[in-house]
C-alpha cells in the first residue's frame, strides 16, 4: 500500500519533468523518476511499427512482408543511431553529472552533425537502389514491385530517424527524459492520423498503399525532429544551444566518435544478425516471414519499455560517474535490473497464453496466425534474462564504456547466433523453430556475460 501510495504522488513529477536530482537521495526514486518518461517515450516507438502493420495488415502478406525487410535493413540505420545515442547519452550525462552544462551543449551540436552527415551517405544508398536492397533481403519479384516505394522512403527520409534518437539522446543524458517523451507522443498521434490517409486515400490525397505508410511516418518523425531542435535552441529543456554553438569542434567530435563507435559496432553486430535471420526466414515463404514480422513488432512494444528502464540506469551511470559516485551508479543498476525483471516476467506470462489471440487482431491467415504465435512463445521464454541483459548493456554504455559490449555482442551473435540458427533451421530442418530457438539462446548468453563482467567493476574507471 505504501508502494503504491509512492507511485500516485511521484508519477505526476516524473510525466511532468520537473527538475530532478539523480545523484543524490533515493535511489529508488530516481529509477522510477527516470524510468517512467523513458518506458513511455519507448513504448511510442515501437507505436509506429504497429501502427503500420495495423494498418498494412489490410493489404496482404506481400505488404505486411515489405514492411518486414525493410525495417530488417533499417535496424543497420538504428543501430547507427542508438551507437551515436550512447555516445551521446554517456557524455552529456557525464558533463551534466560535473556540472558542466555548456560542455552537454557543445556536445550535443556535434552530434547532431555527425547524424546528419552518416544520414545523407544512407539517404542516397536507399533513393537509388531500393529494389536492389529488397532483392539482397530475399524478397520475390511480385514483393519487390508492389512495395519498393516504401523502402525508398524510408531509408531516404532516414535523417528523421537519426536526429530523433540523437536529440532524444540529449535529453535523456541531461535528465530530461519527459521531453524525450513528449516529443514522441506528438510524433505518434501524429502518424496515426496520416496512416490511414496515405495507405488508403484521404480528399485530394491518393491511396498509395504501403509507400503510404512510409509517407505517414517519414512526416511523423520529421516534425518531431523539428519540435526537437525548438526544444533544444529555445531553452525548454536543462540543454540550451545558442547559435554561437553551431560551430564544428574536432576535440569533441573525435571525443563523442570513439565513444560512439562501441555502441555502433555492437548494435550494427546485433542488427545484422537480425537481417541475416530475417533472411533466413524469407526461405520458408510470405506467410511464414509475415507471421514472424507481426510478432517481431508486438514484442518490440514490450521490448521497447524494458528497453526504457535500461536507459533509465545507463543515465544514472553516467551523471553518479560524474558526480563521483561509483557505488551509487552500480546499486542503481543492480535494483533497475530486478525492477526490469519484475515486468518482463508478466510480459512472459502474457504472450505464452494469449499468443494466438494477438496475431488475429493483424491478421487471419491460418498459417501467417501458427508461425507467429510460435515466435511470441519461443522469444517471450527468454524475456526475464533478456531484463537483466539490457540493463547490464546499458550500464556499460552509460559508463562510456561501450567496448565491452561490443565484445559480448560479436560472441554471442556472430559466433553462436547465427550459425546455431542456419544449422538447426536448414541443415537439421527445425525452419522457424530453430531460427527462434537462436535468438533465445543468445539473448540468454549476453545476459549471463554480461552480468559476470559487470561484477569485475572495470567500467567505474572509464574516462569520457
Known amino acids: 500500500m505504501k508502494t503504491i501510495r509512492k507511485i500516485i504522488k511521484y508519477l505526476p513529477q516524473a510525466i511532468s519533468g520537473k527538475d530532478q536530482e539523480f545523484t543524490s537521495g533515493s535511489i529508488r526514486k530516481a529509477i522510477f523518476l527516470l524510468s517512467v518518461p523513458m518506458v513511455l517515450e519507448m513504448m511510442m516507438e515501437s507505436v509506429f511499427f504497429l501502427v503500420d502493420a495495423y494498418f498494412v495488415s489490410s493489404l496482404g502478406a506481400n505488404a505486411i512482408a515489405t514492411v518486414g525487410l525493410t525495417e530488417s535493413v533499417l535496424t543497420l540505420v538504428y543501430a547507427i543511431a542508438i551507437g551515436l545515442s550512447m555516445g551521446v547519452t554517456a557524455i552529456v550525462a557525464r558533463r551534466v553529472g560535473e556540472k558542466d552544462v555548456t560542455g552537454a551543449a557543445k556536445t550535443a551540436v556535434q552530434s547532431i552533425f555527425l547524424g546528419v552527415g552518416i544520414a545523407v551517405i544512407i539517404s542516397v544508398i536507399g533513393i537509388l537502389f531500393p529494389k536492389e536492397i529488397l532483392a539482397l533481403m530475399g524478397g520475390e519479384p511480385d514483393l519487390i514491385a508492389e512495395g519498393y516505394g516504401f523502402t525508398q522512403i524510408l531509408l531516404g527520409g532516414n535523417v528523421t530517424i537519426m536526429l530523433l534518437f540523437i536529440i532524444n539522446a540529449i535529453f535523456r543524458g541531461a535528465g530530461d527524459a519527459s521531453v524525450a517523451m513528449k516529443v514522441l507522443i506528438f510524433s505518434n498521434l501524429l502518424n496515426i492520423v496520416l496512416d490511414p490517409m496515405f495507405i488508403f486515400g484521404f480528399g485530394p490525397i491518393p491511396a498509395f498503399g504501403v509507400k503510404g505508410a512510409a509517407i505517414a511516418t517519414t512526416i511523423g518523425r520529421g516534425s518531431a525532429v523539428i519540435l526537437q531542435l525548438v526544444i533544444l535552441f529555445y531553452g525548454w529543456s536543462r540543454i540550451k544551444v545558442a547559435f554561437k554553438d553551431v560551430v564544428f569542434r574536432a576535440g569533441i567530435m573525435l571525443n563523442l566518435i570513439r565513444v560512439s563507435l562501441g555502441g555502433i559496432g555492437q548494435f550494427i553486430i546485433g542488427t545484422s544478425s537480425w537481417v541475416f535471420l530475417m533472411r533466413i526466414m524469407a526461405e520458408f515463404g510470405s506467410e511464414v516471414l509475415a507471421g514472424y514480422t507481426i510478432a517481431i513488432r508486438v514484442l518490440m512494444f514490450t521490448l521497447m519499455p524494458s528497453w526504457g528502464m535500461s536507459n533509465a540506469a545507463a543515465t544514472l551511470v553516467g551523471q553518479n560517474?560524474?558526480?563521483?559516485?561509483?557505488?551509487?551508479?552500480?546499486?542503481?543498476?543492480?535494483?533497475?535490473?530486478?525492477?526490469?525483471?519484475?515486468?518482463?516476467?508478466?510480459?512472459?506470462?502474457?504472450?505464452?497464453?494469449?499468443?494466438?489471440?494477438?496475431?488475429?487482431?493483424?491478421?487471419?491467415?491460418?498459417?501467417?496466425?501458427?508461425?507467429?504465435?510460435?515466435?511470441?512463445?519461443?522469444?517471450?521464454?527468454?524475456?526475464?534474462?533478456?531484463?537483466?541483459?539490457?540493463?547490464?548493456?546499458?550500464?556499460?554504455?552509460?559508463?562510456?564504456?561501450?567496448?565491452?559490449?561490443?565484445?559480448?555482442?560479436?560472441?554471442?551473435?556472430?559466433?553462436?547466433?547465427?550459425?546455431?540458427?542456419?544449422?538447426?533451421?536448414?541443415?537439421?530442418?527445425?525452419?522457424?523453430?530453430?531460427?527462434?530457438?537462436?535468438i533465445t539462446i543468445a539473448e540468454i548468453l549476453i545476459a549471463l556475460i554480461g552480468i559476470v563482467w559487470f561484477r569485475k567493476g572495470k567500467w567505474k574507471k572509464t574516462v569520457v
Open 321 to 438: 560517474l560524474g558526480a563521483k559516485q561509483p557505488e551509487r551508479a552500480e546499486r542503481s543498476v543492480w535494483k533497475t535490473g530486478k525492477y526490469n525483471a519484475w515486468f518482463m516476467a508478466g510480459v512472459s506470462v502474457f504472450y505464452l497464453i494469449f499468443a494466438e489471440m494477438i496475431l488475429k487482431i493483424f491478421s487471419d491467415d491460418p498459417s501467417v496466425i501458427e508461425n507467429g504465435a510460435l515466435s511470441l512463445r519461443v522469444i517471450a521464454a527468454g524475456y526475464i534474462f533478456y531484463a537483466y541483459g539490457m540493463v547490464i548493456i546499458q550500464a556499460f554504455n552509460g559508463a562510456g564504456n561501450t567496448r565491452t559490449p561490443t565484445i559480448i555482442n560479436f560472441f554471442c551473435f556472430w559466433l553462436f547466433q547465427l550459425p546455431f540458427a542456419y544449422l538447426a533451421a536448414i541443415t537439421f530442418d527445425l525452419g522457424v523453430l530453430g531460427v527462434l530457438l537462436a
